[in-house]
């Protein structure tokens, strides 16, 4: 629970006793406040019945607190509890276009633990997730935030971002994740010529735990996909399976080695139906089947990661 200090401090915005360094916030004091709170070295001046209607924590305060300053501790930031007021007070709305940090900010403070504004909370999780697309043929490039987004994804349990995040972070060069795998499980990665390297920047570094969960989810994509990228299928007519059986290689097989396509297997699914089939031989209702077949595959890849993200 939140610790209540309470000092001196009237709702005048006079100092009595021991505040020299703090200071009342330039935009958040309001003349017709009715409650004045200290976090860290601000003070806001804002309207408990705003506050109150929506969190049990100011609803729940003592009303002989009222005319004093309510210090917030416990961890909460000035920084997150503006992010808070510029919502509430409808200056900055959170929305789907707001940035991770001001997600971030507004997930922290709404949070249970610590001032308990249940609705935004969740309102703010649903915001998070809707900015990122869903499904296995979404297309998600990593940013220089993604640690920081999954750290939120993991902490709040959105469940679907984390595995989309975790998958660019496993199919992507700009994670260093591999130094934790044995050399055997590792996919083979060409050395760049230097004069031909056009990002210099170093790899991002991820925690421990996000290590070890990118290099085993990185293993079970591979051995899931490794019989399904070596073995030519076969269609309801033979002259289209010999076709497919020796276009495989070339097209497939090969390509997919060279591109590191066994460790990426939902791009790779993706190109084998970007093929052209048809100029190799296959028969329309062929190329369909075997289409709708890989986006199966693609679907049934993306389920299973559930499980295999799911805590041991």
Known sequence: MIQNKIQDFNLSGEKTTGIDNLHKHPVYWFNDGSIVLQVQEQLFRVHLSLL?????????????TLTNIVGLGNGTLAHDFRVLLEHLYHDIPLSTASTIDRFASILR?????????PTLHGVAKEAFSAK??????ACYRPSTNTLETLALAT???LDPVRKLLLYSIVTNDEFD???????????????????????????????????K??????????EHFTPVLFTPPTTPHIPCTDVIASAWAPLVAQPAITGEGLAKPLE??????????????????????????????QQAIWDIMDDWLKPK
Do not use: V
């Open 213 to 222: 969960t990118c290099s085993d989810l990185m293993i079970k994509l591979i």
């Open 132 to 137: 990122f697309p869903r499904g296995p043929l």
């Open 155 to 157: 902490e709040y349990r």
């Open 109 to 117: 403070i709404t949070s249970p633990t610590l001032l308990d504004f």
């Open 177 to 211: 994740f591999l130094d934790g795998m044995a050399n055997e499980a590792r996919p083979h990665r060409d050395a760049e010529p230097a004069e031909l390297k056009t990002n210099t920047a170093a790899p991002q570094k991820l925690s421990a735990a996000d290590n």
């Open 268 to 297: 790779t699914l993706e190109q084998m139906k970007a093929i052209d089939w048809a100029g190799q031989g296959l028969c329309a209702s062929c190329i369909a089947e075997k289409r709708e077949e890989w986006t199966g595959e």
């Open 52 to 64: 109150s209607r929506l969190s049990p924590y100011f609803a729940g305060l003592r009303t002989d």
